[in-house]
């Protein structure tokens, strides 16, 4: 075993990283994992080495395939219709063991490896990582475990990767992470650098929880029926942005918090409703189920928009707001 077993971890940046000895890799909308075959056996630890082996035990069953002591780091995801499942993901780990062995026959989930930590008992942290790539590489090959164990893409093509930031969100590609070719694998420290995928779409104002000196807005859009659906909330707006939202006569609060987003659990707050008429740029990070993940960063008042032409199908796309 390696010394530590702590992963090694990335610092995030609004800016994705060029120049030589860089390669990029997606930032898969899972949980990283770490695969080992050890001689008490196949463990799957968490990021923080929590036990998951007993919530995703059909990745336990690749610890046969590899050679004895040895340790794969990656991503846990759940392939599902169009995209990833997260929601597949958490569930595994609100159910006991017995549960997650039926749902493991009936939709077993994926390791997406992107490192090889240890082969046979020779500790690869060491070693840079074009190295430790090619024997990933070759030992995913042999294994052919897929669907169970993907290898995840790499690229030193800066403009390839872009294109996973602006074009994949919606089917559960969160960002990209940058990593140097030559470095050596550094438990525990945040070496790599991860840029999170963003889109900008046109929301409509529901209404905003909080005071509307410092208002989280509550944002939703048209599906095609032409009915309004709430899909998320920002961050807090700076007094300075608020003008057009206190211009408005709130149209009735509601003491039951609003559906937001999809794992944050409920809120305390109730909300204040405001008619449907303004109209809020927004960036967002990932889409999960028709809503997002994160809360959404304000960038403008669109007056020139037209609430009904803020429809779901922007969240589907790859495109931006113009």
Not at 87 to 103: D, F, K, M, N
Not at 146 to 167: F, H, I, K, N, Y
Not at 268 to 273: I, V, Y
């Amino acid at each position: 075993m390696p010394d530590r077993l702590e992963p090694q971890l990335s610092q995030l940046s609004r800016h994705l990283p060029s120049g030589e000895g860089w390669v990029y890799e997606p930032k898969w909308d899972g949980f990283r994992g770490m695969l080992a075959r050890l001689s008490a056996g196949t463990r799957l630890f968490s990021r923080r080495l929590r036990d998951l082996g007993p919530h995703y035990p059909e990745l336990l069953e690749l610890g046969p395939r590899l050679p004895p002591d040895s340790v794969l780091d990656g991503e846990i995801v759940a392939f599902g219709e169009g995209g990833l499942d997260f929601g597949a993901l958490q569930h595994r780990l609100t159910i006991g063991e017995r549960a997650a062995r039926a749902a493991a026959e009936l939709r077993p989930v994926s390791f997406v490896a992107f490192d090889l930590l240890r082969l046979a008992g020779e500790d690869l942290t060491v070693k840079p990582l074009t190295q430790r790539r090619r024997l990933l590489e070759d030992l995913a090959a042999g294994l052919a475990a897929r669907p169970l164990l993907e290898l995840t893409p790499q690229t030193d093509s800066r403009d390839l990767a872009v294109s996973w930031l602006t074009g994949f969100l919606s089917a559960g590609i969160e960002g990209v992470v940058a990593k140097q070719s030559a470095a050596h694998y550094r438990p525990g420290e945040r070496a790599w650098i991860k840029v999170k995928g963003e889109r900008a779409l046109r929301a409509v104002v529901r209404g905003y929880t909080g005071s509307v000196l410092q208002p989280r807005l509550v944002l939703a859009l048209y599906d095609g029926d032409g009915v309004l659906h709430t899909f998320g909330s920002t961050y807090p707006l700076r007094p300075r942005e608020v003008a057009p939202l206190r211009q408005l006569e709130p149209a009735g609060w509601h003491p039951e918090p609003p559906l937001l987003h999809r794992w944050q659990g409920q809120q305390a707050e109730g909300w204040t409703e405001v008619a449907p008429a303004l109209v809020a740029e927004v960036t967002v990070t990932h889409v999960d189920h028709g809503r997002i993940r994160h809360s959404a960063r304000f960038r403008r008042w669109r007056a020139d928009v037209a609430a009904t032409s803020c429809r779901f199908d922007q969240l589907a796309g790859g495109g931006t707001a113009d």
